[in-house]
């Protein structure tokens, strides 16, 4: 059996252990565009402000592509994919032939069209490796740098030029940063710690101009009109599936690659899985694309046995953000946000000076989602919580008490939650690792 398993980041590692679990003797070929082995892709901000050098970037042991077996193919871009001749197509012009393949080619940043950006030198993204050590290896010219975009990534990457000791301006179109992953409360609190570590924090605006003569930046102008003096700018608007190579292919791409509960696109023995694949949402079963980090192993894991001839379902992507700014770790995880607050229970706790922020939303006495802001030690029982419904009706008073935890549970809510695999413990860490 020949796999064939395009990208090379957690999705492709929860199939390459998958895959070895049921076949040791299938050949396992995995492709990738970045000419690192996979890493720790959250790290980059550290690697960016000098917290962490490349070694610790490894996301694996050195030996874990040969002790699996693997052939590794990297710096190599695959452009196209014949589902007919089942060979994907690389942009040297050779072909790879598979049997089953996987695509888990993550995402691309968007980069929307901005007046003054053609030919400008100094104007990055941050999702890589190699972006990270772009910006790092003209550190040393940049005074002042705007980052576009208040999300998780722009925030990370404002992060890591601030640790350089760099004048650093967040723009954020909407009224608070990281507004689709928190509510107002968490994201004021994490503006006031970057405002509290150097780094200025616009909302409610955005950049229309790029200015500076040839290829120099000068500085941003906003829609208020506000100008900002800058020499180098970060895009981090957010990232797209990346599956334009897929066209012409007949594989079926609404918004990512549309996948079913095993992970299989609408082509035979394709599959998908990661930033790049459109999947159920663990609450309503609408397909979308989740990216997020301990989720792209999670479908990894199912892709993979999949294609080695297993039985797993995807449960459902349940949307969790987890992300560490200047020591103060937050987690969100689910419903957050919701559109008619009427029809749900939330409960807050708050001490905006400590930098302390817990939320619980539920609904029908379930668990729906929570926000976490500074202590974050109880989102594994959260999201556990969350996943196999338990009813809330014993907790719902002391969710957000100090001492509510894993001994307020009874033994058949422990045992549903922590027994299968340590599903619990494993997602927690894993949520956790994606901001660390």
Same mark, same amino acid.
């Given at each position: 059996?020949?796999?064939?398993?395009?990208?090379?980041?957690?999705?492709?590692?929860?199939?390459?252990?998958?895959?070895?679990?049921?076949?040791?003797?299938?050949?396992?070929?995995?492709?990738?565009?970045?000419?690192?082995?996979?890493?720790?892709?959250?790290?980059?901000?550290?690697?960016?402000?000098?917290?962490?050098?490349?070694?610790?970037?490894?996301?694996?042991?050195?030996?874990?592509?040969?002790?699996?077996?693997?052939?590794?193919?990297?710096?190599?871009?695959?452009?196209?994919?014949?589902?007919?001749?089942?060979? &994907?197509? +690389?942009?040297? #012009? !050779?072909? *790879?032939?598979? @049997?089953?393949?996987?695509? /888990?080619? =993550?995402?691309? $940043?968007?980069?929307?069209?901005?007046?003054?950006?053609?030919?400008?030198?100094?104007?990055?993204?941050?999702?890589?490796?190699?972006?990270?050590?772009?910006?790092?290896?003209?550190?040393?010219?940049?005074?002042?740098?705007?980052?576009?975009?208040?999300?998780?990534?722009?925030?990370?990457?404002?992060?890591?030029?601030?640790?350089?000791?760099?004048?650093?301006?967040?723009?954020?179109?909407?009224?608070?940063?990281?507004?689709?992953?928190?509510?107002?409360?968490?994201?004021?609190?994490?503006?006031?710690?970057?405002?509290?570590?150097?780094?200025?924090?616009?909302?409610?605006?955005?950049?229309?101009?790029?200015?500076?003569?040839?290829?120099?930046?000068?500085? &941003?102008? +906003?829609?208020? #009109? !506000?100008? *900002?003096?800058? @020499?180098?700018?970060?895009? /981090?608007? =957010?990232?797209? $599936?990346?599956?334009?190579?897929?066209?012409?292919?007949?594989?079926?791409?609404?918004?990512?690659?549309?996948?079913?509960?095993?992970?299989?696109?609408?082509?035979?023995?394709?599959?998908?899985?990661?930033?790049?694949?459109?999947?159920?949402?663990?609450?309503?079963?609408?397909?979308?694309?989740?990216?997020?980090?301990?989720?792209?192993?999670?479908?990894?894991?199912?892709?993979?046995?999949?294609?080695?001839?297993?039985?797993?379902?995807?449960?459902?992507?349940?949307?969790?953000?987890?992300?560490?700014?200047?020591?103060?770790?937050?987690?969100?995880?689910?419903?957050?946000?919701?559109?008619?607050?009427?029809?749900?229970?939330?409960?807050?706790?708050?001490?905006?000076?400590?930098?302390?922020?817990?939320?619980?939303?539920?609904?029908?006495?379930?668990?729906?989602?929570?926000?976490?802001?500074?202590?974050?030690?109880?989102?594994?029982?959260?999201?556990?919580?969350?996943?196999?419904?338990?009813?809330?009706?014993?907790?719902?008073?002391?969710?957000?008490?100090?001492?509510?935890?894993?001994?307020?549970?009874?033994?058949?809510?422990?045992?549903?939650?922590?027994?299968?695999?340590?599903?619990?413990?494993?997602?927690?860490?894993?949520?956790?690792?994606?901001?660390?």
């Amino acid at each position: 059996m020949n796999y064939v398993i395009v990208g090379n980041s957690v999705a492709a590692v929860g199939a390459i252990r998958a895959i070895r679990e049921r076949d040791q003797q299938g050949n396992i070929t995995v492709i990738s565009r970045e000419k690192h082995n996979v890493y720790g892709r959250p790290l980059i901000s550290y690697l960016l402000g000098g917290l962490i050098n490349e070694k610790r970037m490894a996301y694996l042991p050195d030996d874990f592509y040969a002790q699996n077996r693997i052939n590794l193919l990297l710096a190599s871009e695959v452009v196209g994919v014949d589902t007919k001749a089942k060979k &994907v197509k +690389l942009a040297g #012009g !050779d072909a *790879i032939a598979y @049997d089953k393949l996987l695509l /888990a080619t =993550g995402g691309d $940043p968007f980069i929307p069209p901005i007046e003054g950006m053609s030919g400008k030198d100094r104007i990055f993204t941050f999702t890589t490796w190699e972006d990270a050590a772009k910006l790092k290896g003209i550190a040393p010219d940049i005074n002042r740098a705007v980052v576009i975009g208040g999300g998780l990534i722009g925030l990370k990457a404002a992060e890591g030029l601030n640790l350089l000791d760099k004048s650093v301006t967040v723009v954020e179109l909407a009224d608070r940063v990281l507004s689709s992953a928190f509510d107002r409360p968490a994201g004021k609190i994490v503006a006031r710690k970057m405002k509290a570590n150097g780094i200025d924090v616009i909302t409610e605006d955005t950049v229309v101009r790029i200015e500076g003569d040839g290829a120099e930046i000068s500085g &941003v102008t +906003l829609k208020s #009109g !506000d100008f *900002i003096p800058c @020499d180098t700018v970060v895009v /981090a608007i =957010g990232v797209r $599936p990346a599956a334009t190579f897929l066209k012409g292919s007949g594989i079926e791409v609404n918004r990512g690659i549309v996948v079913d509960a095993t992970m299989q696109t609408s082509g035979k023995d394709i599959y998908a899985a990661g930033d790049v694949a459109e999947a159920a949402d663990f609450f309503s079963g609408q397909k979308n694309p989740m990216p997020i980090w301990p989720d792209a192993y999670i479908q990894g894991d199912i892709a993979g046995a999949a294609m080695a001839g297993g039985t797993k379902e995807y449960a459902g992507g349940l949307a969790m953000n987890s992300i560490e700014f200047f020591k103060v770790s937050t987690i969100s995880m689910g419903v957050t946000n919701p559109k008619d607050p009427a029809q749900y229970e939330i409960h807050t706790y708050q001490d905006i000076q400590n930098y302390q922020y817990r939320k619980v939303v539920l609904q029908d006495n379930l668990l729906v989602g929570a926000v976490l802001v500074g202590n974050v030690d109880r989102a594994g029982i959260f999201s556990g919580l969350i996943r196999e419904k338990v009813d809330m009706t014993p907790f719902r008073e002391s969710l957000l008490t100090p001492d509510f935890g894993f001994l307020q549970l009874s033994k058949e809510i422990r045992n549903r939650l922590f027994a299968p695999q340590g599903k619990v413990a494993d997602n927690g860490r894993a949520a956790r690792a994606a901001g660390h």
